[in-house]
């Protein structure tokens, strides 16, 4: 049950981002597609024991490789679906229980959680990037098949 309250749940927060966003009404339930597949992905990844940093990365490469073909497909810009189905993975409570902490002088455990909100953040522009990287080289390569 757990995991389709995650579907529903993700779902959702992808598509209010694309509303919140000025997405056209016709891509919104595709944004929340890409949102919720991204989030299984990290949530079957992290319940298998992979670390979270590692589990982001995927998805997030998941994410921007499912926009691309979005895009292709439906002829609307990629940033429309990376940007809505990027947001479940954000590590924004993280980010809050770090500021928390510091606040209650626990510098510890803030520093620990506010490393690991850098790395996952980091992770999710890495996905983001490596996955324009494997695009654009893919694109050269069917360019230069085609002469």
Do not use: H
């Amino acid at each position: 049950m757990m995991i389709f309250e995650q579907l529903i749940t993700s779902f959702f927060a992808a598509a209010a981002f694309g509303i919140i966003f000025n997405a056209p009404r016709a891509s919104l339930f595709k944004c929340g597609l890409v949102g919720m597949f991204g989030w299984i992905i990290y949530i079957v990844m992290t319940e298998f024991g992979i670390d979270s940093v590692v589990a982001t990365l995927c998805a997030s490469i998941f994410v921007a490789v499912t926009s691309q073909v979005f895009s292709r497909m439906y002829k609307t810009p990629v940033i429309i679906f990376i940007v809505a189905g990027i947001i479940p993975l954000v590590p924004g409570g993280l980010a809050y229980d770090a500021m928390r902490n510091f606040v209650e002088n626990d510098y510890n455990t803030a520093i620990n959680l506010a490393a690991k909100a850098f790395m996952i953040s980091g992770s999710i522009a890495m996905g983001l990037v490596f996955s324009e990287v494997i695009n654009q080289v893919i694109r050269k390569a069917k360019l230069s098949a085609k002469l």
